[in-house]
Every structure is written in structure tokens, then in C-alpha cells.
């Protein structure tokens, strides 16, 4: 009897230990789903983001590009060539680059955007005395900003692009420096090096002050997919869309480079100096997204 009941007490016992086994094999095992289990991504949301510093300027400061999304198709905004003369180009690209990162379900999941929001860093520092971002206060007026439309070597550096380049070129009714031959400024070289890296496939170069959206042409002609952008970003901004810069000769410039290998460029003229117009070229923006997006 004595033994029977021995082993019903080691039978109960075996039943209750592989009842607990059980319960923490189960219970490690959903401890091992939860902390192997892949983040979450949200379908179709282009979350990606990256920065890279793609050259620096004369007096050594970085050149800045944020690059969104991991789509096939490339397109690349650019702010502050002419540096501290046109601060608000740059403001306007740093805004860009905060509206994309809380909203990155704008950019579609074929296209990677990227924005160098102060190209000529120099020319801004002359300015505005501070390097990376800035506020609009207390900036001096236009006509004590003109020197730092120009890099730290005096150089205009629309001026220094390999498409029709000549020493000195012009700028309203002044001669200018256009740099010792086509890049040898390294803002400018900079972009041309990305170009070269990367491949983009449409180029936007935000500028002020004369409140259109113009087409690049070098000796070959407009593109026919850059009459495309700048009639859907003329469209949706309400700048006027513009074939040709005819205002006086210009020569060296980024946009009629890119256009001379063959990327559709677009230059958008803000209508002042002082404001980024924010409204208006979002719309254009998110008009080139749809545009590009389709193909």
C-alpha cells in the first residue's frame, strides 16, 4: 500500500515539473519571437534618410546634402549658390528637409530625394556670421548682402560650371569672376563630383529674385523632360515658366551644365529676397514628386 502510494506522490510530481517545464519553454519562446521580430515598416512610406558632407568650401566648411528615400529615381534641390545674397534660397531648403522628415510618406517609394540646402556656406557665413542653420532675424538689407553672393575667393559660382565657360562673365551690368577655369572653386566641384557619383536624374536649383521658373539649355538645346518639370512646377507654384534667361549673357552656369550631360534642370526664382514662399514651392515640389513618380 505503502508503495502504491509512493508512486502516485513521484507520478504527481513528474505531471507538475513538466507542467512547468512546458509553461517556460512557452513563455521563453514568446520572449523570443517579441526580441528577434523585425522593425516595423509601414508599406509604402519612404523612410529612409541619410547625410553626407559632399565637399567643403574655400574657408573649409561642409557641404551638406540630406538624401530621402532609396527609389531608382533621383532628384536633387539646391539652395544658396549665391550664398548670403540669397539667404532665403537656403531657408527655404533647410524647411524642405524638416517637412520631409515629418512627412515622409510625400516622397513616392520609386524616387530618392536629396537636398544641399547651402552650396555656397562662405558666402552665407559673410552674411548671416553663423555656419549650419539661421533664423531671418536680424539679417542686413539686400544692398549689404551682395558680397556674399560670391564664394571666399570672390568667385560667382554660377559663374564656374563647364558649360560655355569664360574667365569673366556678367552678373545685371557687372563683370564677374567666373573662377580660373570651369570647377576650380570646390563648392563647385563638389556638386560636379556628386553628379558624377550619383546620377541624378533631375536637378532644382532654388535662387531670388525674379519670381519665375526657368529651363537650362547649354549648346544643344532645352530637354524636353526639362520643359516638362518646369511647366509642372510653373503650374502648381504660379511662378511664370520661362524657356530662356535673356536678361544679359550668362555664361559657366550649373543649370546649362547639367543640361550639357543631359539631366533636366530647372532654376526657380523666388519673387524676393526676404521670404521662402513656402506654399508655392512645396506645390512645385510635390508637382515634380507626381511628375516623376509616373515614370
Keep these: 500500500m505503502q508503495s502504491l502510494l509512493n508512486k502516485k506522490i513521484v507520478t504527481a510530481i513528474i505531471i507538475i515539473v513538466a507542467f512547468c517545464v512546458g509553461i517556460f519553454a512557452f513563455v521563453a519562446l514568446q520572449n523570443k519571437k517579441t526580441l ?79 537636398v544641399i540646402p547651402s552650396a555656397n556656406p562662405d558666402g552665407v557665413y559673410k552674411v548671416v556670421g553663423k555656419e549650419g542653420r539661421f533664423s531671418a532675424t536680424n539679417l542686413p538689407p539686400k544692398e549689404e548682402t551682395v558680397a556674399g553672393r560670391f564664394n571666399a575667393n570672390g568667385v560667382d559660382l554660377n559663374r564656374n560650371f563647364d558649360c560655355n ?8 551690368n557687372k563683370v564677374v569672376s567666373a573662377g580660373t577655369k570651369a570647377f576650380s572653386e570646390p563648392e563647385a566641384l563638389a556638386i560636379k563630383n556628386f553628379v558624377l557619383k550619383n546620377h541624378p536624374n533631375a536637378f532644382v536649383f532654388w535662387h531670388s529674385q525674379a519670381n519665375a521658373v526657368y529651363a537650362s ?79
Excluded at 536633387?76 to 517637412?99: M, P, Q, R, T
Excluded at 565657360?165 to 545685371?172: A, G, I, L, M, R
Excluded at 539631366?263 to 523666388?270: D, F, G, H, Q
Aim: glycine content about 8%; hydrophobic content about 35%; charged content about 20%.
Design 36 to 114: 528577434t521580430a523585425p522593425a516595423k515598416i509601414t508599406e509604402g512610406i519612404n523612410t529612409v534618410s541619410k547625410h553626407t558632407v559632399i565637399g567643403t568650401s574655400v574657408e573649409k566648411r561642409n557641404i551638406d546634402a540630406y538624401t530621402y528615400g532609396t527609389g531608382k529615381t533621383h532628384i536633387v534641390f539646391v539652395g544658396g549658390v549665391h550664398g548670403g545674397y540669397e539667404w532665403n534660397s537656403v531657408l527655404l531648403a533647410y524647411k524642405f528637409i524638416d517637412y520631409m522628415e515629418a512627412n515622409p510618406e510625400i516622397i513616392p517609394d520609386n524616387l530618392t530625394v536629396t
Design 165 to 172: 565657360w569664360k574667365k569673366e562673365s556678367t552678373w545685371q
Design 217 to 295: 539649355e547649354c549648346n544643344n538645346g532645352i530637354l524636353t523632360q526639362t520643359l516638362d518639370i518646369m511647366n509642372a512646377y510653373s503650374k502648381a507654384s504660379r511662378y511664370s515658366a520661362v524657356k530662356s534667361f535673356d536678361a544679359y549673357p550668362v555664361s559657366g552656369d550649373a543649370e546649362g551644365w547639367m543640361a550639357s550631360i543631359n539631366i533636366p534642370a530647372i532654376t526657380v526664382e523666388l519673387q524676393t529676397h526676404e521670404t521662402i514662399e513656402w506654399d508655392k514651392n512645396l506645390a512645385g515640389a510635390k508637382a515634380l514628386f507626381d511628375y516623376y513618380s509616373k515614370k
